[in-house]
């Protein structure tokens, strides 16, 4: 079985560039989150779909960053305009169902913006 | 809000030895849920072990196994017969019955497994 795919693996932009991060879950996971992983820290929370809805995106900084998982499968996360802040690892997670399902992490994306 | 503590930033142990990992979570739920992963230098996150809070065995898988206790709201994990390959940053996260779907996660304690 595929585990969730992360595209790219890393990308490096100038400061108010936009970037777009590509995810695809485990085959037949409704659940999707975005993750976001600061250096020496553990993930954060950014968004979480059920399906096509958003349903807990409070974490989300909505003036530069979103999300859309359009048709309940693959998502993508964009950030316009990227702020030098913002270089850290972005990781996909996919659950089978609603919580408290175990989560499976793809391998990430690792940004740094110059 | 829930907080989840790793108090020890870098543990070292050699192959064939044991490690125990430290973990405290701050929680006014009584049903949840405490997972540990494992992140190599490949950034790949790796479900370790996972807990239900209402089931009092402790959770293993192979050479992992968990001490928790509950109402202590420690939950450490025990590497045995550690192998190079163990060598990852490892992650304690909490997830909470008034927040589905949002993992808490720790700091992380640095594992480096020697020769």
């Known amino acids: 079985e595929a585990g969730v795919v992360q595209s790219p693996r890393y990308k490096i932009i100038e400061k108010k560039q936009p970037v777009a991060f590509w995810c695809n879950p485990i085959?037949?996971?409704?659940?999707l989150y975005w993750y976001l992983q600061n250096l020496g820290q553990g993930p954060e929370l950014l968004i979480r779909?059920?399906?096509?809805?958003?349903?807990?995106d409070s974490q989300l900084p909505k003036d530069r960053f979103s999300a859309e998982r359009l048709k309940g499968v693959d998502s993508t996360l964009k950030i316009q305009p990227a702020e030098l802040g913002d270089s850290a690892v972005y990781l996909c997670?996919?659950?089978?169902?609603?919580?408290?399902?175990?989560?499976?992490f793809g391998p990430g994306t690792r940004l740094l913006v110059l | 809000a829930q907080t989840v503590t790793q108090s020890q930033p870098e543990m070292s142990v050699q192959e064939a030895e044991t490690v125990t990992l430290s973990c405290t979570y701050d929680?006014?739920?009584?049903?949840?849920?405490l997972f540990w992963y494992k992140q190599p230098p490949s950034r790949q996150m790796i479900l370790v072990i996972r807990q239900e809070a209402y089931k009092q065995q402790n959770a293993t898988e192979n050479r992992f196994s968990v001490n928790f206790q509950k109402a202590a709201k420690s939950f450490s994990l025990k590497i045995s017969d550690s192998q190079l390959g163990d060598t990852a940053m490892y992650f304690c996260a909490f997830l909470g019955a008034d927040s589905w779907g949002k993992l808490q996660f720790g700091a992380g304690t640095q594992v480096v497994v020697t020769p």
């Open positions: 779909y059920e399906n096509e809805e958003a349903v807990d």
């Open positions: 929680t006014s739920e009584s049903n949840y849920y």
């Open positions: 997670a996919s659950s089978l169902g609603g919580a408290p399902e175990t989560q499976y």
């Open positions: 085959s037949g996971h409704n659940t």
